[in-house]
T-cell receptor, first 110, second 113 residues
Framework: GEDVEQSLFLSVREGDSSVINCTYTDSSSTYLYWYKQEPGAGLQLLTY?????DMKQDQRLTVLLNKKDKHLSLRIADTQTGDSAIYFCAETLGGGKLIFGQGTELSVKP | EAQVTQNPRYLITVTGKKLTVTCSQN?????MSWYRQDPGLGLRQIYYSMNVEVTDKGDVPEGYKVSRKEKRNFPLILESPSPNQTSLYFC????????????FGSGTRLTVV
């Protein structure tokens, strides 16, 4: 079946790195995504990784994919207070169906 | 500006009174979808559409209807709303050219009393 799991909370200090983890169960997922939701706002697509990749870097963001363990992570380097938000991972099989995790609330303390 | 527009942003209604939440996108995306967001449950897909006149049930379709008569519009219809449909609703659209990454609207906060 399809299920995506994330831890609910993460707290870091400004300037540290944040690592948000996600596990998924559907091995036929083609794309995996990270979305950011700020308070009172919709979801913003941060980055994605294709299932045949192991790593993707985009400025301060690094996505790591371990297909064997069905584990996805998002690392944010030099975390800033503006990074405080809820982060969702999501998987798709390539059609319109997209499955989200419960979201990880990242709190960045000055 | 490329965007997904949903209306209204806020809605309070009474049990049983039919309502429609509109959604429109200006990116010529093939795929459109509706989600509801509830505390502790993340986002759950209600319905999705891969093209005009093609719709499929998501994980929580009960109590909802959709239609896709035009590519840009994907309204969500609650024929007889109930209090358990009180939630934050998001419309989204995507395309294979965008690696299927959905662009989301700003949300509709619905309260059913």
């Amino acid at each position: 079946g399809e299920d995506v799991e994330q831890s609910l909370f993460l707290s870091v200090r400004e300037g540290d790195s944040s690592v948000i983890n996600c596990t998924y169960t559907d091995s036929s997922s083609t794309y995996l995504y990270w979305y950011k939701q700020e308070p009172g706002a919709g979801l913003q697509l941060l980055t994605y990784i294709f299932s045949n990749m192991d790593m993707k870097q985009d400025q301060r963001l690094t996505v790591l994919l371990n297909k064997k363990d069905k584990h996805l992570s998002l690392r944010i380097a030099d975390t800033q207070t503006g990074d405080s938000a809820i982060y969702f991972c999501a998987e798709t099989l390539g059609g319109g169906k997209l499955i989200f995790g419960q979201g990880t609330e990242l709190s960045v303390k000055p | 500006e490329a965007q997904v527009t949903q209306n209204p942003r806020y809605l309070i209604t009474v049990t049983g009174k039919k309502l429609t939440v509109t959604c429109s996108q200006n990116m010529n995306h093939e795929y459109m979808s509706w989600y509801r967001q509830d505390p502790g449950l993340g986002l759950r897909q209600i319905y999705y559409s891969m093209n005009v006149e093609v719709t499929d049930k998501g994980d929580v379709p009960e109590g909802y209807k959709v239609s896709r008569k035009e590519k840009r519009n994907f309204p969500l219809i609650l024929e007889s709303p109930s209090p358990n449909q009180t939630s934050l609703y998001f419309c989204a659209s995507s395309s294979p050219e965008d690696s299927y990454g959905y662009t989301f609207g700003s949300g509709t906060r619905l309260t059913v009393v």
